[in-house]
Every structure is written in structure tokens, then in C-alpha cells.
């Protein structure tokens, strides 16, 4: 296997576009306002974590890592493909075993400690649909990118949480509200992956809860990108005939769901473990909804 490889970059500016400690900050300061990187300080509750963001590159990972570094942490960018996200990026694929084991060997030689696991992982592949139509090939591409690459995280960062002095941290698996029901158009080999990690979230989080090493998942709903966008919009009546049947009637943030990892990361989710939280405005819960 390839070796996976490491290169630095500056850290990522917080999406805000407000970069802390520059002299507009120091002036909202000395006027007896709110700095940014007051605000920051205050709210640093992964301050000197070392925070690993698989899948850094999508931009829910992008996201993520900006939350985690405007709390403090230390981020590590982990994908695929080249980017630049995270105080320090790495290259690798989350499907390969010996590419993730030495991913994390990587990192904690760097930083000599690991806190925090978000596994962002996952693939929607358009030949997915029923698998009474589904080639076996989609099934395992599918099971590989959503699944594996969670359990191959899972297998070979964990240790390395139960080894940081003091042992403990937070494993945050990216799941899905169709993990969750059974749905008429639902891609089934996405679903069936995504319901795997629900249930090797919880399988994990008991098994490791004496530890101090949580584990949770998100069951994502609809979040704003352009990606999710384009493929509800495919059929120019279908994203208004979903709406209609999302209670919140709207996408979330990606600020909404780099708060509830960066929640389920920090030590205020301290007695929260094997959960899978949903992120969905309700879309889990509704039977009906009033147009």
C-alpha cells in the first residue's frame, strides 16, 4: 500500500472571516466590547486537543475543523484527496488498512496525544437505488466507504485515545436520519452502511464506557451544500415536495452541524456515549406535517 503522507499548513481561518488577535480585535476590546478571540477564549472547550477530522475535505469537514480550531484544538485534516484543511494535513485512504494504521501512528508521533475522532466518511453513489437492481460492486463500494472506512478508523484511533495520558476522548461517527426509517427512495446500500455505523456506535460506546472513551453518532438530515442541493433539485418539483414534509421546512447549517460535533467532542457531552443524536429538523419524528 501506498504510504500516506503528511505535510503542514497554516491553520484554516474560522468561517467567520474574523482572524483573532488582529488590531480591529484588540480595538473592540479596549472600546469594552467582545473581541473574537475573547470570544474564542471563552468558549475554548477543546483547548489543546488534538482533533482528527476524517474526510476533512468535503465541506462539512472543512466546517468542522473550523469549529474545532476556533475552540482550541489542535486539528489534523485527514482525506483522500489533496487539501489543505487543519493545522496539519494527511493523505490517506480510509478504505485501506494499512494507510489508516499509519495515519494515526503518524499523527501521534507528531503530536504525541490524540483526543478527538470525527469520522466524516461516506460516498452516495448515483447506480445505489433498489438491490433488486443493484450490481454487487455498488453494494461493496458503498459498505467500503460509509462502513469500513468507520470501522478501519475506529480500529486503529481508538487505541491511540486509550493510550493518551490522561486515557480517554471522543470518537463522533457520521451518520444518516435514513439509518433510522425505512424510506421508499432511499439508496439501500447507503442506508444499510449507514445503519451499520448506528449500530458499531453503540456497540462501541457500551463496550468502552468504563474508559473514559465516548462514542456517538449524527444521523445527519438535509444540510445546505451545494452537492445536497443539486441532487434534491434534479426534478425541479422534488425539493418543494420535501420541504413540505420537513418540519423545520428548511436545510440546516453547516454551522448547525459543526456545533453538535464540536458538543459531542468537548467534555459538556461528558456523560453522552453510545447515542446517535439526529441532526435532521425533525424529519426522523414526523409521521405527518401541515402543508
Given amino acids: ?67 474545532f ?48 475522532i470525527y469520522n466524516n466518511t461516506g460516498l452516495m453513489d448515483r447506480d445505489d437505488h433498489s438491490v433488486l437492481d443493484m450490481s454487487l460492486q455498488t453494494w461493496r463500494n458503498a459498505l467500503d466507504a460509509n462502513l469500513t472506512s468507520v470501522f478501519l478508523s475506529c480500529k486503529h484511533g481508538i487505541p491511540h485515545l486509550l493510550a493518551t495520558e490522561p486515557a480517554g476522548g471522543s470518537v463522533i461517527n457520521a451518520a444518516s436520519f435514513l439509518a433510522a426509517v425505512g424510506s421508499a427512495t432511499a439508496p439501500m446500500a447507503y442506508t444499510a452502511a449507514k445503519a451499520g455505523v448506528v449500530q458499531l456506535t453503540r456497540d462501541l460506546g457500551v463496550h468502552l464506557a468504563r474508559s473514559n472513551v465516548r462514542v456517538n453518532a449524527v444521523l445527519f438530515g438535509p444540510i445546505e451544500t451545494p452537492q445536497q442541493r443539486a441532487i434534491l433539485e434534479r426534478d425541479p418539483s422534488v425539493l418543494q415536495k420535501r420541504l413540505v414534509h420537513w418540519p ?38 414526523a409521521f405527518t406535517v401541515p402543508e
Fill in 248 to 285: 423545520m421546512g428548511r436545510f440546516g447549517t453547516l454551522e448547525e452541524a459543526a456545533g453538535t460535533i464540536a458538543f459531542l467532542a468537548g467534555d459538556d457531552a461528558g456523560f453522552i456515549t453510545g447515542a446517535a443524536i439526529p441532526l435532521d429538523g425533525g424529519i426522523t419524528e
Fill in 69 to 116: 480550531a476556533q475552540e482550541g484544538a489542535v486539528v489534523v485534516g485527514v482525506d483522500k484527496v489533496e487539501h489543505k484543511v487543519g493545522a496539519h494535513t494527511l493523505q490517506a485512504d480510509l478504505t485501506e488498512e494499512a494507510q489508516v494504521e499509519g495515519a494515526y501512528r503518524q499523527i501521534v508521533r507528531e503530536h504525541g496525544r490524540l483526543d478527538v
Fill in 1 to 67: 500500500m501506498p504510504p500516506c503522507t503528511c505535510s503542514k499548513s497554516p491553520t484554516r481561518q474560522a468561517r467567520s472571516g474574523n482572524d483573532a488577535g488582529t488590531g480591529d480585535d484588540h480595538e473592540t476590546r479596549a472600546s469594552g466590547g467582545r473581541g473574537r478571540s475573547e470570544e474564542v477564549e471563552m468558549s475554548a472547550g477543546l483547548a489543546g486537543k488534538v482533533c482528527v477530522v476524517n474526510g476533512a475535505a468535503s465541506l462539512i469537514g472543512q466546517a468542522v475543523a473550523d469549529r
